[in-house]
């Protein structure tokens, strides 16, 4: 999919810093806040027009006219896809993930053991919800006679 997006390093830059700001923030990235993350040399008009041509590809839009742009899904996986920079897994951590998942568990432990993993590998929260239903029961069967080769269950 990240193919048919050609961007230049600046434009690269840019949304790989909006998308950045957004994410940590959860705020519309405006065109001076970005050319202080960025670290470019360019002008705040400079940026505006990059990012017009990035909204005419669909990889960021804006909320309302005077709010600054937020990344759309194309936008996320464009960088996901292209721009994202994925550091190697700690030793430690790779050792407590085999560790973790080697043992004999039920699938609910598992799942346990993953949010937990997650929580502290990303030093952030981790939720798990499990719902519980009940193991299905077979009651009644019926069989319905369709011909004298085939019957419907």
């Known amino acids: 999919m990240s193919e048919k997006y050609e961007l230049d390093e600046r434009a690269q ?9 957004y994410t940590r ?19 705040s008009a400079t940026i505006r027009n990059i990012m017009a041509k990035l909204e005419d590809m669909g990889l960021v839009n804006s909320p309302h006219t ?21 550091d190697n ?28 993993i997650l929580s502290r590998i990303t030093h952030l ?3 798990v919800s499990l719902t519980h239903t009940a193991p299905a029961e077979v009651r009644h069967i019926e069989f319905m006679k369709l011909s004298d080769r085939r019957v419907l269950v």
């Not at 959860?26 to 050319?35: I, R």
């Open 25 to 43: 923030d959860a705020q519309p990235v405006g065109s001076k806040n970005l050319a202080e993350l960025s670290g470019l040399d360019v002008s």
């Open 66 to 86: 005077s709010a600054g742009r937020i990344p759309t899904e194309a936008g996320y996986r464009f960088f996901i896809d292209s721009l994202l920079e994925v």
């Open 89 to 116: 897994l700690a030793t430690a951590s790779q050792r407590v993930i085999s560790e973790t998942f080697s043992a004999d568990k039920t699938s609910s432990d598992l799942i346990h053991s993953a949010t937990d």
């Open 125 to 127: 929260a981790g939720i």
């Open 13 to 21: 830059v840019l949304l790989r810093e909006l998308i950045n700001s």
